[in-house]
């Protein structure tokens, strides 16, 4: 069955990035001058996907503006003849249909993407968190790669990333058998392990296709670590009905809700930029150079 949804959970507190994320989202901290969520959504749209529900909390209307029209500031740069704005301003309502929906109570990620059951149907979906952005190495959309995957195989996906071993206790953490250079065929998915009982260093990150069964595995679902809902646990429910698969990222995962992924990710797209790049990657050899003496 085609893919044609995209979900993106996006109504966390984001309390590792306070105090910036008291009153606005922490989906919408800019990138150079670009909000993270757009580049998740513009990943879905590279992937030919137009349907797109946010799960949002409160404090998140910041986000259903940014991608709605705003009348009266393009009467303002039209009337200026700021023409390349405007034109930029338009695109991000044109970008996708994108729905909302409230998740009443921060029950953890498995039960935001329960938010969206009757959005989704009997259909399999993408879900993208929204603080999330993934350089792939040949510049493609990673969920366009997943779903090549998904195609390939009829069964659920995971986006994995390599992961110090140190650090696998921060993320949900799979166990598996290498089929080809990139793909794992999972038999284990287990949610922030401790270091000495992971079954490997292989993280999910931040991207996933599931199957509409995931629902009735999620409502099976205990809350688990952190007393949430883990949509890891509902995935290890699913596991036992599908064979399950994970694509090896060839790129870079930027996780914007940290403040030193956010901080480096500014740098590095700043300086890929046409309009600064030089100009930033003069700035930081003089400042290094200074620092040193
Ligand atoms: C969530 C998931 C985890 C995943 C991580 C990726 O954790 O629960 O399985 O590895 O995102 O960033 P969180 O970062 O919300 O604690």
């Known amino acids: ?18 105090p910036a994320s008291k009153a606005q989202p922490k989906e919408m901290l800019p990138i150079v001058d670009t909000p993270t969520i757009q580049y998740v959504v513009e990943e879905v749209e590279k992937a030919g996907i137009s349907d797109i529900l946010m799960i949002i909390g409160k ?9 709605d029209r705003n009348f009266e500031l393009e009467a303002e740069l039209a009337e200026k003849n700021r023409l390349q704005e405007l034109n930029d301003i338009r695109r991000i309502s044109e970008i996708a249909n994108i729905f909302f929906i409230y998740q009443k109570e921060l029950n953890g990620l498995g039960d ?15 879900v993208l968190l929204g603080d999330t952005i993934i350089d792939t190495d040949n510049s493609q959309s990673i969920t366009a790669e997943m779903i090549r995957v998904y195609e390939q195989y009829q069964a659920p996906v995971v986006l994995l990333e390599e992961v110090d ?13 290498m089929i080809d250079s990139q793909i794992v065929e999972i038999n284990q998915l287990v949610e922030k392990p401790a270091v000495d009982q992971a079954p490997s260093n ?7 296709i599931l199957t509409p069964d995931i629902f009735e595995c999620i ?31 060839k790129g870079v995962r930027h996780d914007i809700g940290n403040k030193l992924d956010f901080v480096k990710t500014n740098i590095l797209y700043a300086m890929k ?9 003069k700035f930081i050899k003089e400042i290094a150079a200074k620092l040193e003496h």
């Open 1 to 18: 069955m085609k893919i044609t949804k995209a979900v993106i959970p996006a109504a966390g507190f984001g309390t590792r990035f306070l």
């Open 59 to 67: 404090a998140k209307r910041a986000i259903e503006e940014h991608f």
């Open 112 to 126: 935001a993407v329960n938010y969206a059951r009757s959005h989704v149907g009997q259909e399999p979906f993408v």
């Open 165 to 177: 071993p140190k650090k696998v206790s921060r993320y949900g953490i799979v166990g598996g058998t």
């Open 202 to 208: 292989l993280a999910v990150a931040g991207r996933y």
């Open 219 to 249: 409502d099976q679902t205990p809350r688990g670590k952190n007393n949430e809902i883990q949509l890891t646990d509902a995935m290890q429910l699913l596991l036992k009905r599908r064979r399950f698969y994970g694509l090896k990222l």
């Open 273 to 281: 930029r046409r309009d600064m790049g030089e100009a930033v990657k």
